[in-house]
């Protein structure tokens, strides 16, 4: 399975960015959603969804980012508003297929006046 991720990309303080995650085959996934890395960071859960629409995020997101799904397309999308240049991050999509996990390219997202 490949992931394809697109949307990241420069943006100031405060403004916002919508990430799209699509899977290559129409297969069913469990879990999908996004981590983050930043330079001399560990990578950390930003969101993630069931196939059931259930949603966890992690602290630092949660009332301002908005992980939903179109099951039907197998894509995972993450709404980020109010963003902080601390946010500025290779985000990373994934998706676990039975027992695997696959991980997508990333995508740059730079917070930056």
């Known amino acids: 399975v490949q992931l394809q991720a697109s949307g990241g990309g420069l943006v100031q303080p405060g403004g916002s960015l919508r990430l799209s995650c699509a899977a290559s085959?129409?297969?069913?996934?469990?879990?999908m959603g996004w981590y983050r890395q930043a330079p001399g960071n560990k990578r950390e859960l930003v969101a993630d969804?069931?196939?059931?629409?259930?949603?966890k995020y992690g602290d630092s997101v949660k009332g301002r980012f908005t992980i939903a799904r179109d099951n039907a397309m197998n894509t995972v999308y993450l709404q980020m508003n109010n963003l902080k240049p601390e946010e500025t991050a290779v985000y990373y999509c994934?998706?676990?297929?039975?027992?695997?996990?696959?991980w997508g390219q990333g995508t740059y997202v730079t917070v930056s006046s």
């Open positions: 969804i069931g196939s059931g629409g259930n949603t």
């Open positions: 085959r129409s297969i069913f996934i469990k879990d």
């Open positions: 994934h998706a676990d297929v039975v027992s695997t996990t696959f």
